[in-house]
T-cell receptor, first 111, second 113 residues
Framework: QQQVKQSPQSLIVQKGGISIINCAYE??????FPWYQQFPGKGPALLIA?????SEKKEGRFTISFNKSAKQFSLHIMDSQPGDSATYFC??????????FGTGTRLTIIP | DAGVIQSPRHEVTEMGQEVTLRCKPI?????LFWYRQTMMRGLELLIY????????DSGMPEDRFSAKMPNASFSTLKIQPSEPRDSAVYFC???????????FGEGSRLTVL
């Protein structure tokens, strides 16, 4: 039962471009939407998170856009850099429930 | 702060052998999670504990898998007998109190031949 669908599976972006990763969820009770970043050989680490009372959250070059009516949220990476090359996971949960992760997007930034 | 510590980092074993993975959560964190990561299925939650008590083990794939948390600073994930399809990276993560940021260890890469 996949409650969070993530796309694309892989993404190649030129340096300086905008990287966009999308997620859709099914459970309308979800109220916490984090994004995790994972580098090869490492565990995932929290990048940025949003709650549904706002439609956008920005931290540096990273922005989460949230569309509650469409049950979708996305990660935008502005001015993408080679150091951003990693796997990105969206996730969601509500209350004290366990996080449900998307299947991940492997992002590659090329010079 | 040491972070979540997992051991071993790499394990290669033969089918049928017992495998034990270990995790030390961050001190003061009340909840501990075991995840499995594969290319095909991404990150799957196997089991999680709150205050050393197993809360949800619905993700444990089979009876061959078992997990324990005898105290607040130690947990094990055991596979007996192991099979090639168990080959994956197993992550342990902890959290002070849900909801909030999950802190992951660096993972244990298991290869079952």
């Amino acid at each position: 039962q996949q409650q969070v669908k993530q796309s694309p599976q892989s993404l190649i972006v030129q340096k300086g471009g905008i990287s966009i990763i999308n997620c859709a969820y099914e459970n309308t009770a979800f109220d916490y939407f984090p994004w995790y970043q994972q580098f090869p050989g490492k565990g995932p680490a929290l990048l940025i998170a949003i709650r549904p009372d706002v439609s956008e959250k920005k931290e540096g070059r990273f922005t989460i856009s949230f569309n509650k009516s469409a049950k979708q949220f996305s990660l935008h990476i502005m001015d993408s850099q080679p150091g951003d090359s990693a796997t990105y996971f969206c996730a969601a949960n509500f209350g004290n429930e366990k996080l449900t992760f998307g299947t991940g997007t492997r992002l590659t930034i090329i010079p | 702060d040491a972070g979540v510590i997992q051991s071993p980092r790499h394990e290669v074993t033969e089918m049928g052998q017992e495998v034990t993975l270990r995790c030390k959560p961050i001190s003061g964190h009340n909840s501990l999670f075991w995840y499995r990561q594969t290319m095909m299925r991404g990150l799957e939650l196997l089991i999680y504990f709150n205050n050393n008590v197993p809360i949800d083990d619905s993700g444990m794939p089979e009876d061959r898998f078992s997990a324990k948390m005898p105290n607040a600073s130690f947990s094990t994930l055991k596979i007996q007998p192991s099979e090639p399809r168990d080959s994956a990276v197993y992550f342990c993560a902890s959290i002070p109190n849900p909801p909030g940021e999950l802190f992951f260890g660096e993972g244990s890469r298991l290869t079952v031949l």
